[in-house]
T-cell receptor
Framework: AQKITQTQPGMFVQEKEAVTLDCTYDTSDPSYGLFWYKQPSSGEMIFLIYQGSYDQQNATEGRYSLNFQKARKSANLVISASQLGDSAMYFCAITPRWGSGGSNYKLTFGKGTLLTVNP | DAEITQSPRHKITETGRQVTLACHQTWNHNNMFWYRQDLGHGLRLIHYSYGVQDTNKGEVSDGYSVSRSNTEDLPLTLESAASSQTSVYFC??????????FGDGTRLSIL
């Protein structure tokens, strides 16, 4: 079974500053995928970024980067140069056996971190 | 553009009634999923499908059923709605080894 822990129920950041949202995971699978989704107050779930456990480089997508530390079982999301529109709930998720064949593609989510960007 | 749509966006019904939530995707994805989102629980998997005629139970499947008669649709049925099933429901789809993309959600209230 997989488990995601997001220890920060809420975070505050000043506009234009960088912020790190924490995510730790637990899995017994040798390969897995880690994902971040954004949920603004309007309610939709928006895919942001993902990292496969065998990927050598940390994933980046524009202002988003995933700080993957396999030994620590952490997959933190870093948002650079925060914008007011970044205010939202952020969810970390994991799926087992990603990219190795036999993946079931099911996502297990954490409970989320509510990010507020202050002007 | 390809997309995934859920309908209705909002629904209010009474306990004991059968309710069906629709999910339609035009990406031709093999994999489709239903999740529910409740305060304090994040998103939890209800049912999922890897292709036509394939359906599987997720973490919280009791009281729900799905059917997959074509690639595009995965309707979710609540056989006899209960107040504990009041929630926001999300449908998602993906191709193999690609991230899931979500619909906009259905807010279901059962009175």
């Amino acid at each position: 079974a997989q488990k995601i822990t997001q220890t920060q129920p809420g975070m505050f950041v000043q506009e234009k500053e960088a912020v790190t949202l924490d995510c730790t995971y637990d899995t017994s699978d040798p390969s897995y995928g880690l994902f971040w989704y954004k949920q603004p107050s309007s309610g939709e779930m928006i895919f942001l970024i993902y990292q496969g456990s065998y990927d050598q480089q940390n994933a980046t997508e524009g202002r988003y980067s995933l700080n993957f530390q396999k030994a620590r079982k952490s997959a933190n999301l870093v948002i650079s140069a925060s914008q007011l529109g970044d205010s939202a709930m952020y969810f970390c998720a994991i799926t087992p056996r990603w990219g190795s064949g036999g993946s079931n593609y099911k996502l297990t989510f954490g409970k989320g971190t509510l990010l507020t960007v202050n002007p | 553009d390809a997309e995934i749509t859920q309908s209705p966006r909002h629904k209010i019904t009474e306990t004991g009634r059968q309710v069906t939530l629709a999910c339609h995707q035009t990406w031709n994805h093999n994999n489709m999923f239903w999740y529910r989102q409740d305060l304090g629980h994040g998103l939890r998997l209800i049912h999922y499908s890897y292709g036509v005629q394939d359906t599987n139970k997720g973490e919280v499947s009791d009281g729900y059923s799905v059917s997959r008669s074509n690639t595009e649709d995965l309707p979710l049925t609540l056989e006899s709605a209960a107040s504990s099933q009041t929630s926001v429901y999300f449908c998602a789809s993906s191709s193999n080894n690609q991230p899931q993309h979500f619909g906009d959600g259905t807010r279901l209230s059962i009175l």
